[in-house]
């Protein structure tokens, strides 16, 4: 069954803490992204790579780190330097120009 | 980079009433135009884009229109349902493949 499969589902940090969500995709895409959604502000792009080895950030990336060691994986570290990290995380993938296709995502709360 | 600004935040329809949600965008680079829902607690999914090279594309009671020279790109939803009540939101991206978002418009579909 393909798909775009993210971890953990719900996740809740220690101020200071870093934390790493898991993105996995089997879909044979070169692409991924991540977003970051607030309510009331919409996808705003944390992350991106179009190739393994390479990224680029997004208009919302300090605070945030990631890598892309494998075609199928691109996980997202929220550092400790994210003021602001509850939010709800979604990862996606796509094979060039054109439709996403998004993991059920992640949700972040910072206790 | 990329901004999206999308209008109306919120919309209320009477059933069987049709609904418009318009974007605007600002990089005249972008060449790719698709609208997604998402219904309360789910991942967005894509339900009709459209690309730089048409105009105006259907798909059932759905529509997107799009002004390249003014930069402004609308979704169309005609005789609306219980069902339609998600967010709506539409993106523009460019041949980097990253999409920028707009804030998003939650539709409210009254039976």
């Known amino acids: 069954d393909g798909g775009i499969t993210q971890s953990p589902k719900y996740l809740f940090r220690k101020e200071g803490q870093n934390v790493t969500l898991s993105c996995e995709q089997n879909?044979?895409?070169?692409?991924m992204y991540w977003y970051r959604q607030d309510p009331g502000q919409g996808l705003r792009l944390i992350y991106y790579?179009?190739?393994?080895?390479?990224?680029q950030k997004g208009d919302i990336a300090e605070g945030y780190s990631v890598s892309r060691e494998k075609k199928e994986s691109f996980p997202l570290t929220v550092t400790s330097a994210q003021k602001n990290p509850t939010a709800f995380y979604l990862c996606?993938?796509?094979?060039?120009?054109?439709?996403?296709?998004f993991g059920e995502g992640s949700r972040l709360t910072v206790l | 980079g990329e901004n999206v600004e999308q209008h109306p935040s919120t919309l209320s329809v009477q059933e069987g009433d049709s609904a418009v949600i318009k974007c605007t965008y600002s990089?005249?680079?972008?060449?790719?135009f698709p609208w997604y829902k998402q219904e309360l607690g789910k991942r967005p999914q894509l339900i009709i884009d459209?690309?730089?090279?048409?105009g105006e594309k259907k798909d059932q009671r759905i529509a997107v229109t799009l002004n390249k020279t003014a930069k402004h790109f609308s979704l169309h939803i005609t005789e609306t349902q219980p069902e339609d009540s998600a967010v709506y939101f539409c993106?523009?991206?460019?041949?980097?493949?990253?999409?920028?978002f707009g804030k998003g418009t939650k539709l409210s579909v009254k039976p």
């Open positions: 996606a993938s796509s094979s060039g120009p054109g439709e996403l296709f």
């Open positions: 879909l044979n895409h070169d692409a």
């Open positions: 790579s179009q190739i393994v080895n390479d990224f």
């Open positions: 990089d005249s680079a972008s060449n790719y």
């Open positions: 459209i690309r730089s090279n048409v």
């Open positions: 993106a523009a991206g460019g041949s980097q493949g990253n999409l920028i």
